[in-house]
């Protein structure tokens, strides 16, 4: 299992500054990551640091509560888009689905995908502040809108991904859509329980953590 190739290396801090962007490219290049998953006033900055890799630029929207306006998401997923982003990670608004307000869910999600194109779009429930009814909703409103992945968590909210809520996940989308998996993933061994569960993406800002300890495992058991 390359696990680098689940990675998006994340940094997504209130205090990141270019320079931390710059790092974030070049240990994503050096580790062979999927993708850097970054806030969108640094797309155009990471993809030129990009330019002529396989490495993705990833960037979040409404983040990271996912309360503001739809026109706003769409505003700033158009941006990201022409800076440069290949993917798109959109923050659900968490208290329209508390209100039972699927309708307007689906029709935000529809409006940012269709704003980004054939650009991946994953949708953040955001599950620590989830039933397990809303996370199953959640999933499907996701899928009627469009979406190509649906993602467990911010890394702001007060929990991260749990094993049972992604096997909610799975259970009720894996067939359709792809799992990415965020928050509190700073291992090789949780990175690897989730996938073997059905997550296609780790969201993590210990993505280097991750794949050195493996290279260490594989050395271990090699010798």
Known sequence: MNLNQYIDHTLLKATTTPDDII???????????????????YVLLAANQ????????????GFPLGA??????????EQCVKDGADEIDMVLNVG???A?????IREEISAVKEAIGSRILKVILETCYL???????????????????????????TGGA????????????????????????????TAKKYIEIGANRIGTSSGIEIVTSKKEDTDEHTY
């Open 23 to 41: 790092k974030l490219c070049n240990e994503a290049k050096k580790y062979n990551f999927y993708a850097v998953c970054i806030n969108s006033c």
């Open 50 to 61: 990009l330019k002529n890799t396989d490495v993705k630029v990833a960037a979040v929207v």
């Open 68 to 77: 503001s306006s739809c026109h706003a998401k769409v505003c700033e997923a």
């Open 96 to 98: 329209l689905l508390k």
């Open 100 to 104: 039972k307000l699927h309708k307007s």
């Open 131 to 157: 039933t397990d009814d809303e996370i199953k909703i959640s999933c499907q409103i996701a899928k009627r809108a469009g979406a190509d992945y649906v993602k467990t968590s911010t890394g702001f909210g």
């Open 162 to 189: 749990t094993e049972h809520a992604v096997k909610i996940m799975v259970d009720e989308v894996g067939d359709i859509l792809k799992i990415k998996v965020s928050g509190g993933i700073k291992d090789a061994e």
